[in-house]
Structure formats: structure tokens, C-alpha cells
């Protein structure tokens, strides 16, 4: 499959229908949205990298699960900040999805202001909404989640919308990271999927 088929520059409607078809052939993807609303997380989506590189793997032609190094499943509990109230979702989901080839990893997204510095090095403010947090992801392909209801129909959130996801265009969200981490990603990026096209941080 070339981006010519992926949904790239069509409309909203096609591109959502090509979204669901590429990330239905990851089976990892699909046991995580069918088991995720069992957890009781409030608000949850999954996201980021594993979204985006289902679709760069199988527009690459590779297996959809290649070079993804985790699963990120986010929620938001601005009520509960505790650690432990996250840990319990960690364990629960390790138990969970224990069958899975693929580490799935669970964050509260309503308490990452409470450790971002220590991991990256400067504060953030926290975040209002677990879509405010996912529009500040690093680039704009991966700022993209997904979530099922009750009638396990796909929910998509893309504050930037899908043609750079299905365009394998990366572009950076200049919202929250720095260059460093931009260019990090994109070098790691590159290698496994040498089709991406890669925009500069000023470019």
C-alpha cells in the first residue's frame, strides 16, 4: 500500500475509514481496545506511537507490530493524583493484556506535570483535559488516539487532523517538547521506516 491509497489529502470521512482499516490489522491494537473499557478508567484513549507506526508499517509493507516499543494507554483523573491510584491501572492492566506479545504502558494523564521535570529536564502546567494533553504529543502524526464504547465503535481525537498520520509526514508540535527530543525520535524514526518524510524543527 502506497499513501496514494492510505486516505492521504481526502476527505475527513475516507480518511477515518482508511484509519480503521490500517489499525485493524494490528490484532495487538485490536485486543487493547476491546479489553481497555473493562479496566473502568475514566476517559481513556490509546495513542501516540503505536497509532502512528501501525499505519507507517503497513504502508512500508511491514508487519503492522514492527518497531513498536510500547502501547500507550492514557486516561485523566485530575481527582486522583496519587501515585497508587495509577499504579492499581498499571496492575491491572499487567494482568490484562499478560497474553500480549507488547508492553502496554498506562498513564494518568492529569498527573504527568507531577514528574515531567524530573524526566525531561523543565516543568509543564498541568494538563486541563486528557485532549489537552494528548494536542501537546510531540509531532503531529502522533497526536492522534483512539478509544471504543459500549458498541465497541472506534472514537478518533486528531487536533491536527489525519493527513500527516496518513501521509507519513512528521512534523513536530512545537507546543511542549524541544528540538532535542523532536530530533531523537525522528533519527530512531527514519531508520525503521526509511519512507517517512521528515520535516526539519524550522522547517
Not at 507490530?65 to 500507550?72: H, Q, R, T, V
Request: with cysteine.
Amino acid at each position: 500500500m502506497t499513501t496514494r491509497d492510505s486516505g492521504y489529502n481526502r476527505d475527513l470521512e475516507t480518511q477515518m475509514s482508511y484509519l480503521r482499516e490500517l489499525l485493524g490489522r494490528n490484532e495487538i491494537i485490536n485486543q487493547v481496545l476491546k479489553r481497555s473499557p473493562s479496566l473502568e478508567m475514566p476517559n481513556w484513549y490509546l495513542g501516540a506511537g503505536c497509532l502512528a507506526q501501525t499505519v507507517w508499517n503497513v504502508l512500508h509493507g511491514f508487519d503492522p507490530s514492527f518497531g513498536i516499543k510500547d502501547y500507550d494507554l492514557v486516561y485523566y483523573d485530575a481527582p486522583d493524583l496519587s501515585f497508587n491510584a495509577e499504579a492499581n491501572y498499571v496492575e491491572k492492566a499487567a494482568e490484562l493484556f499478560s497474553d500480549l506479545r507488547a508492553t502496554v504502558e498506562v498513564k494518568n494523564e492529569a498527573r504527568v506535570h507531577l514528574w515531567y521535570k524530573e524526566h525531561f529536564g523543565y516543568a509543564i502546567a498541568p494538563y486541563e483535559s486528557l485532549e489537552h494533553a494528548i494536542s501537546t504529543w510531540p509531532t503531529t502524526a502522533t497526536s492522534v488516539a483512539v478509544s471504543t464504547g459500549a458498541d465497541e465503535t472506534l472514537k478518533v481525537y486528531a487536533p491536527f487532523g489525519l493527513n500527516d498520520l496518513l501521509g507519513m509526514i512528521v512534523r513536530p508540535n512545537k507546543v511542549q517538547i524541544t528540538r532535542s527530543i523532536y530530533e531523537a525520535k525522528t533519527e530512531r524514526w527514519i531508520k525503521l521506516w526509511p519512507k517517512l518524510r521528515l520535516l526539519s524543527w524550522n522547517g
